[in-house]
Structure formats: structure tokens, C-alpha cells
């Protein structure tokens, strides 16, 4: 598995927070996309979810960015924030979504044990679609320096 050290930065992010079970995510990430089309505003990148899990009921946010600045009313669930940024992490492929993710999720963590580095605790799950499925890309932020290179 490739692994790479790179920033993450969206630009017009919609996103919300909501808590509930990870199996209901798919409809919430679906249920985003659709009313944001429905406003005409159109998405511009991958979904994105990060999951906050406990024992009882798990937080997940869910993130989508969009082609332009976006004014929300008070009432409405979602949120604006004009970039989502990390400056540095460490991201890898996760290409059979059938696979345990949080395998995956250990390797990450090992090999930046084994680099020197402390990673944060949010991992971002980016959803990339491919020929009728999907791919995940995960993201890390390390919030202490190593001596990994870019690729």
C-alpha cells in the first residue's frame, strides 16, 4: 500500500454533523449531495465523512465541497465554511471498500509510529466513485513532524 505525505485543503465546503450509526452514513452523504443540486449549487469534489465512534452512538460529519460561496439560513442542517485545511498527513488507498477499513486505518498508524510521527486522532474518509463503486481515500493529519518524504 502507498502510502504519501501530503496537505488537504476544499475550498466552499457544505457539511454537517449528525449522530447516529456509521451504516446510515451512505444515505446522509446521498441526502447532502441531492439537496445541494436541488439548490443549484453543484458539487465539485468527493464526499468526505470523518466518524466519531463510542460505544452507545457514534458522531460523523460529512463534508462536500461546492462551486461557491454559500450563505446558510439559520434553520437549515448544514454548515458553510469557506476552506477546510491541513496543512500536513498522511493519506493512503483503501480500494476494496468490502475490506475492513480500519485495518487499513492500523497500517496508516504503524507506519507512522515507525516514521517518527504523531498522527491526530480524526481520520478523513474520502469517497471516490469508479466505474459504478467507489474507492476511499484516508486522510491523517500528523501534528508532530518525522522524517517521511513526499512523494
Known sequence: M???RVP?????????QKKGLIKDWEDEML??????????IYPIG?????????ESENTYTIYLPVNQKVKMPEDCPYH??????????LSIRHADVEDDIHITCEFLDAFAKS???VLGSQFYYIVL???GGSVIDIYVPITEDGMVEND
Request: proline share 6%; net charge negative.
Open 115 to 117: 516514521n517518527g510521527l
Open 46 to 54: 468527493p464526499l468526505i465523512y470523518q466518524v466519531e465512534e463510542s
Open 80 to 89: 458553510f465554511m469557506e476552506t477546510l485545511s491541513i496543512p500536513d498527513g
Open 8 to 16: 488537504f485543503t476544499m475550498k466552499n465546503v457544505i457539511y454537517f
Open 31 to 40: 441526502e447532502l449531495r441531492k439537496s445541494v443540486i436541488k439548490s443549484e
Open 129 to 131: 466513485p469508479v466505474f
Open 2 to 4: 502507498a502510502i504519501k
